[in-house]
């Protein structure tokens, strides 16, 4: 691969959402290279900060409870909507793998910095999932404090978002950004 190559499969990562997947299953080959990938995020002190636990299969349904019953928890009943709670169900049961992302600190070194790894992993996989036909997204639902509540957390880690995943149906739409230049000082005395 070149690093034209390279920059082509960055700019082709989406957030891709699951009505987008098909019903086509990621491999387990797959999805260990998606979860190695991740493993090679750069991590000050090599604290390796990330944790990933992988729903799939049954656990989706109750996956998919539990996110309804934590959002029926902690919304107001005035500020529900039918609709909201249909998509979480939905969410969950359209994707094939659901990947918890947590950060397990370490405390030899500020938080930030543990985040920042766990975030680069994440965009590893990201990239990965784009390069395999992947369709993904993180999300960071209000009820992502209650993830201990469905699978034990280590002490000193926490859940941070959740990562859907399938077999995208289609190509991704274009995209865009500003140009880098509109971004960038040089500073050169």
Known sequence: MNSHDLLQIIKSRRSVMPTQYSEKEITSDELNLILE??????NHKRTE???????QGEAKKRF?????E???ETTLPEAQSERKKAGIA??????D???????????LLPEWEELAATAMAVQNMWLMCTALGIGSYWSSPGTISKMSEFTDLEEDENCYGIFYMGKRKGDLHESSRQPIKNKVQFIES
């Open 90 to 95: 939905e969410k969950c049961m359209m994707s």
């Open 70 to 72: 934590k959002y029926q």
């Open 37 to 42: 990938s991740a493993n090679w995020a750069p």
């Open 97 to 107: 793998k659901i990947i918890l992302i947590s950060v397990k600190t370490s405390h």
């Open 49 to 55: 900060p990330w944790r990933f636990r992988v729903i």
């Open 64 to 68: 998919a409870e539990f996110m309804l």
